[in-house]
């Protein structure tokens, strides 16, 4: 007589819950994707609003002013005051939008005595706001200051040039003053028809010493067909260049004249 054996019945599993798909998500990648989102967001809230404002806005050109915001004070009064008559004759005196102008005549003291008028002139400068100075001497050269406005240079720069400037003929003399440069100091002497004395003037140009206080001196000579140009330069020293012009330039170029 046999007797069955029956295995015990085993409990039923539970079924695994379902989770949200969110929790399902590595914690990394959805503060990742978050942090993307939101930056999103504000990213395009902020240009729907410009893109707005574009829209409703009109440009407008405001009106240009007539003069600078701050001129330049224009003393002309106290200018042509101060010009000394024995020195600077037939004096005009202006306004200009950036200071103020003199024109005149050199005397034929005033030629003499270089060193009166180098101090003259260097005062003039230094108190006002001269931006054009243009002065011409008894025997036609013309020299100018551009650019000063309550700045100068020293009357033994001025008193030298001016001198050498006379006694070799130049036609122009020119002081120039770069402020927005940190007051670069220019100087340019001209020959308008050196003719043959092209090479005496390089010698003569060799022995101007260059005062410190000045960048740069610039002598130009035109001949026939020859321009000859020497710069002194505080950087980079002197140096010498021909150029053809006139009749030689043009057949070198095969220009008709």
């Known amino acids: 007589m046999s007797t069955a054996v029956t295995a015990p019945e085993q409990p ?5 819950e379902k989770q949200p798909w969110l ?6 990648l959805f503060v990742t994707a978050y942090g993307v989102l939101v930056i999103a967001v504000i990213l395009g809230a902020a240009m729907a609003v410009g893109y ?11 009106p240009q002013p007539e003069r600078p915001f701050n001129p330049a004070p224009a003393d002309t009064t106290n200018i042509a005051e101060s010009i000394r008559p024995h020195l600077i004759t037939d ?32 005062r003039l400068l230094e108190q006002n706001c001269l931006d054009t100075v243009t002065l011409t001497s ?9 650019g000063f ?6 009357p033994e720069t001025i008193q030298p040039l001016l001198a050498f400037a006379d006694k070799e003929g130049a036609d122009s003399l020119a002081f120039y003053d770069y402020a927005g440069r940190g007051h670069l100091h220019y100087v340019a002497l001209n020959w308008m028809d050196a003719g043959d004395n092209t090479e005496k003037l ?7 010493e260059r005062p410190d206080d000045l960048d740069r001196i610039t002598f130009n000579a035109y001949a026939g067909d020859d321009v000859v140009v020497m710069d002194n330069d505080k950087k980079t020293g002197k140096q010498t260049k021909h150029w053809e012009t006139g009749e030689a330039f043009a057949r070198r170029w095969g220009l008709d004249r």
């Open 202 to 208: 390089e010698r003569a140009w060799d022995r101007v």
């Open 91 to 122: 004096v005009e005196v202006g306004e200009t939008n950036t200071g103020a102008m003199l024109r005149g005549n050199l005397t034929e003291e005033a030629v003499a005595e270089p060193e009166e008028l180098a101090s003259h002139l260097s």
């Open 52 to 62: 707005t404002a574009d829209a409703k806005s009109t440009a407008v050109d405001p």
């Open 12 to 16: 039923e599993q539970p079924a695994p």
């Open 138 to 146: 008894p025997r036609g050269m013309r020299m100018n200051f551009w």
């Open 149 to 154: 406005c309550f700045a100068t240079i020293p």
């Open 23 to 28: 929790r399902r998500i590595p914690a990394p």
